[in-house]
């Protein structure tokens, strides 16, 4: 079995990606990896030209700075819970840009073991409208992905 020392777990700070995070702490916990907490600010204030491989703002800068600090102290907040409550080493990361372009280039940098990465299970229309950000992620990741589905709410 391979060794992971560098982990990624993605957020996008919702309760739904809270679902990854107990996979991320076992692995982590089992390896003693790092486990690096990412954050893609992907908002509709900015327009991503994949020809010039760019972010154009293009709502206030004010709201855009506005949103990554408040971003970056929700990202904050969760590093220290989960190195408080879970007892593993975290690196946490906000990141500018398309989604899952950023989460192959930060796990390109951090030279990943793993990607784990929670779904929204969209399917047909919103599937088609939305895409998946975890089906690019598994298609261009130079690494193994762990994806993670929330299970459904009990009935």
Not at 15 to 41: D, I, Q, W
Not at 88 to 97: E, M
Request: hydrophobic share 45%; glycine share 6%; charged share 25%.
């Amino acid at each position: 079995m391979s060794e992971f020392k560098n982990i990624i777990l993605t957020t996008d700070l919702s309760s739904n990606s809270e679902a990854a995070r107990p996979y991320a702490v076992a692995l982590a916990r089992k390896f003693g990896a790092t486990l690096h907490l990412l954050h893609v600010f992907e908002d509709a204030g900015y327009y991503h030209d994949a020809g010039m491989n760019e972010s154009i703002p293009l709502a206030p800068l004010e709201w855009i700075e506005n949103a990554q600090a408040e971003r970056r102290r929700r990202l904050n907040a969760l590093a220290a819970d989960i190195e408080k409550v879970d007892g593993v080493k975290i690196d946490a990361a906000l990141r500018v840009g398309a989604a899952s372009r950023e989460i192959i280039d930060h796990a390109t940098e951090n030279k990943a073991d793993c990607i784990i990465i929670a779904t929204h299970g969209h399917t047909g229309f919103a599937h088609f409208i939305f895409g998946s950000v975890a089906e690019k992620v598994v298609r261009t990741s130079p690494c193994p992905v762990l994806t993670v589905r929330p299970q459904a709410e009990p009935k």
